[in-house]
């Protein structure tokens, strides 16, 4: 099993198996006959549909000139009925269970399910439309019903148990146990040491949760365009520049608003345009769309998060750990929820001390400037900002003009990484991509070898998701001789029409903390793909990122 079907079909939903072992069975066989059933149409699929197939592009980058909406669905649906397949081969061999014919055999199934999944879900939140959505909700149970399929099955997990307890005696290298050892635990975590009522019941569990994730998920989508902020005037924007309020003017102008004006809520909780915006009652307005985000209207998460709580504490119950915070911190560094707060309690008399001085400094400044009312969230980084100019000389406004964009990607960040790591990045304009923001490059190694592709997606637009992130289109493995492809995600706003794009201070910084898990990506050197990249304890993924981010600028 590869790792980008471990992270959305066994990461999202994990559990399997149910009831008695022939109802398993014949659960798993009306599946596959099921599937079966729809193979002529598959195979007329095939002629059309390019994700049936490897890519021909450098490193099995996506095709993403041939590759259409369409395709996915199908294309899916035929890679689970492969996988189960393989999985089955797997779980039935009479061969004694070994590392090669058990654990490498699961490293090496579901190709074509992970070819077309990391595509997709990396589309989901890149270029989602109502059409990929339809996709999402309706794959949302068949995945998590496909990951119980495998994670319950006790005749493979019977075979993975038995490598494990022979692991020591196996001569198996770190990098192997290591293999061994991280899929008995995501079994055991699963529930295939489970009774089998209790797997029914975690079956259950497991697709509600798929179903109402996703649901969330296409509720932050959705709801950007809701609580945007309009407003009339120019005069009501005062405070920002001419090229954001121009940016405004066409953003509203491009969601059927002409002469309005747009502020764009950012998935974050600090809105960049509370620090610069002067008129008070917009800041409010601002302010209330961010942090009531979600409670409300058709797009209200409420029910689904408590919903949500509800099926996690069923779940870690089920599994035999006291609440969800156990469950998810044991593969983890800290361990133990005692841990992460007892480190967080340690820092609170300090962040409390700290904060309460700002706002007292924040509240002089209020007076200081005129105003008679008493500090409020909404004036927090205005006013914050007229401090920091104060005592520091430092105006965020004059720093970004310092900032263009691709002053910052190419003489900024990729010089960065040259210098450090030798590496140097080649725009590959030759390469399709799944947007015209999208930029493709090739990474080229020291000693000037190939290493990587690397697609860079900056700039905020519709049907992207907010926040920032990267992920990968293909793991590097030695195993199945793949070298990275990997993506960063951000939603930086574009500049106007024959304008540059002038980048935050906080956007910068952004984008060298992505390139931080792209580096973390680029430079995996591993046999095995469920180890590759950033497979790593949850709590340690972010070192790599917050190293690049607040070490490089020093060298910028």
């Given at each position: 099993m590869r790792k980008t079907l471990i992270?959305?079909?066994?990461?999202?939903?994990?559990?399997?198996?149910?009831?008695?072992?022939?109802?398993?069975?014949?659960?798993?066989?009306?599946?596959?006959?099921?599937?079966?059933?729809?193979?002529?149409?598959?195979?007329?699929?095939?002629?059309?549909?390019?994700?049936?197939?490897?890519?021909?592009?450098?490193?099995?980058?996506?095709?993403?000139?041939?590759?259409k909406v369409e395709h996915y669905q199908p294309a899916m649906e035929e890679g689970i009925k492969q996988h189960m397949a393989e999985?089955?081969?797997?779980?039935?061999?009479?061969?004694?269970?070994?590392?090669?014919?058990?654990?490498?055999?699961?490293?090496?199934?579901?190709?074509?399910?992970?070819?077309?999944?990391?595509?997709?879900?990396?589309?989901?939140?890149?270029?989602?439309?109502?059409?990929?959505?339809k996709i999402q909700?309706?794959?949302?149970?068949k995945f998590a019903a496909h990951?119980?399929?495998?994670?319950?099955?006790?005749?493979?997990?019977?075979?993975?148990?038995?490598?494990?307890?022979?692991?020591?005696?196996?001569?198996?290298?770190?990098?192997?146990?290591?293999?061994?050892?991280?899929?008995?635990?995501?079994?055991?975590?699963?529930?295939?040491?489970?009774?089998?009522e209790q797997k029914t019941k975690i079956r259950a569990l497991n697709e509600e949760q798929s179903t109402l994730t996703n649901k969330y998920q296409q509720n932050l989508m959705a709801m950007k365009d809701q609580i945007a902020v309009y407003v009339d005037t120019k005069e009501e924007l005062s405070g920002l520049s001419e090229a954001e309020i121009t940016a405004a003017a066409e953003g509203a102008k491009a969601k059927g608003k002409e002469g309005k004006f747009i502020i764009e809520i950012t998935n974050t909780t600090r809105q960049p345009a509370l620090a610069s915006l002067e008129n008070r009652e917009v800041r409010k307005k601002v302010w209330e769309a961010s942090a009531y985000r979600g409670t409300s209207g058709e797009t209200d998460n409420q029910p689904?998060?408590?919903?949500?709580?509800?099926?996690?504490?069923?779940?870690?119950?089920?599994?035999?750990?006291?609440?969800?915070a156990t469950y998810q911190l044991e593969p983890t560094m800290a361990k133990t929820p005692k841990a992460v707060l007892d480190m967080f309690g340690s820092m609170v008399p300090a962040v409390v001390e700290n904060t309460k001085k700002e706002a007292e400094a924040i509240q002089a400044m209020i007076k200081e400037t005129g105003g008679d009312f008493e500090l409020q969230p909404w004036d927090w980084e205005f006013y914050a900002e007229k401090v920091r100019k104060a005592k520091y000389d430092l105006d965020e406004a004059q720093v970004r003009e310092y900032f263009e964009f691709e002053r910052v990607l190419n003489d900024g960040m990729f010089y960065t990484m040259n210098k450090l790591f030798g590496i140097t990045m080649k725009a590959r304009p030759d390469l399709p991509v799944?947007?015209?923001?999208?930029?493709?490059?090739?990474?080229?190694?020291?000693?000037?070898?190939?290493?990587?592709i690397f697609y860079a997606d900056y700039f905020a637009r519709d049907g992207k998701r907010g926040g920032?992130?990267?992920?990968?289109?293909?793991?590097?493995?030695?195993?199945?001789?793949?070298?990275?492809?990997?993506?960063?995600?951000?939603?930086?706003?574009?500049?106007?029409?024959?304008?540059?794009?002038?980048?935050?201070?906080?956007?910068?910084?952004?984008?060298?903390?992505e390139f931080g898990h792209a580096v973390h990506g680029l430079f995996s050197d591993v046999t095995y793909p469920a180890l590759a990249g950033t497979s790593v304890s949850r709590d340690f993924v972010e070192f790599?990122?917050?190293?690049?981010?607040?070490?490089?600028?020093?060298?910028?």
């Amino acid at each position: 099993m590869r790792k980008t079907l471990i992270a959305s079909a066994i990461g999202a939903a994990v559990a399997l198996s149910a009831c008695s072992k022939p109802a398993e069975e014949a659960k798993t066989t009306a599946a596959v006959e099921q599937t079966q059933a729809a193979a002529p149409a598959t195979e007329q699929a095939a002629v059309t549909n390019p994700l049936l197939v490897k890519s021909t592009l450098q490193y099995e980058a996506p095709e993403f000139d041939k590759i259409k909406v369409e395709h996915y669905q199908p294309a899916m649906e035929e890679g689970i009925k492969q996988h189960m397949a393989e999985i089955l081969t797997i779980a039935d061999n009479k061969e004694p269970a070994t590392f090669e014919n058990t654990i490498v055999a699961m490293e090496k199934s579901g190709e074509l399910l992970t070819r077309v999944t990391s595509t997709f879900f990396n589309m989901t939140g890149t270029i989602s439309n109502d059409e990929i959505q339809k996709i999402q909700s309706e794959m949302a149970p068949k995945f998590a019903a496909h990951s119980d399929n495998i994670n319950l099955n006790p005749q493979l997990f019977a075979r993975v148990k038995a490598v494990y307890d022979a692991r020591a005696t196996l001569g198996l290298d770190g990098e192997a146990t290591r293999l061994v050892e991280d899929y008995y635990e995501r079994f055991v975590r699963a529930g295939a040491n489970l009774t089998e009522e209790q797997k029914t019941k975690i079956r259950a569990l497991n697709e509600e949760q798929s179903t109402l994730t996703n649901k969330y998920q296409q509720n932050l989508m959705a709801m950007k365009d809701q609580i945007a902020v309009y407003v009339d005037t120019k005069e009501e924007l005062s405070g920002l520049s001419e090229a954001e309020i121009t940016a405004a003017a066409e953003g509203a102008k491009a969601k059927g608003k002409e002469g309005k004006f747009i502020i764009e809520i950012t998935n974050t909780t600090r809105q960049p345009a509370l620090a610069s915006l002067e008129n008070r009652e917009v800041r409010k307005k601002v302010w209330e769309a961010s942090a009531y985000r979600g409670t409300s209207g058709e797009t209200d998460n409420q029910p689904i998060v408590a919903r949500l709580a509800q099926l996690r504490a069923e779940r870690a119950k089920l599994l035999g750990y006291d609440n969800w915070a156990t469950y998810q911190l044991e593969p983890t560094m800290a361990k133990t929820p005692k841990a992460v707060l007892d480190m967080f309690g340690s820092m609170v008399p300090a962040v409390v001390e700290n904060t309460k001085k700002e706002a007292e400094a924040i509240q002089a400044m209020i007076k200081e400037t005129g105003g008679d009312f008493e500090l409020q969230p909404w004036d927090w980084e205005f006013y914050a900002e007229k401090v920091r100019k104060a005592k520091y000389d430092l105006d965020e406004a004059q720093v970004r003009e310092y900032f263009e964009f691709e002053r910052v990607l190419n003489d900024g960040m990729f010089y960065t990484m040259n210098k450090l790591f030798g590496i140097t990045m080649k725009a590959r304009p030759d390469l399709p991509v799944y947007h015209p923001d999208v930029k493709a490059y090739e990474v080229f190694d020291a000693d000037g070898k190939s290493m990587a592709i690397f697609y860079a997606d900056y700039f905020a637009r519709d049907g992207k998701r907010g926040g920032a992130w990267m992920s990968s289109f293909v793991e590097q493995s030695k195993l199945l001789n793949q070298k990275p492809v990997v993506v960063n995600v951000m939603n930086i706003p574009k500049g106007p029409a024959g304008e540059p794009t002038l980048v935050s201070y906080d956007n910068v910084t952004t984008m060298f903390h992505e390139f931080g898990h792209a580096v973390h990506g680029l430079f995996s050197d591993v046999t095995y793909p469920a180890l590759a990249g950033t497979s790593v304890s949850r709590d340690f993924v972010e070192f790599p990122s917050t190293f690049q981010e607040t070490g490089q600028l020093t060298l910028m």
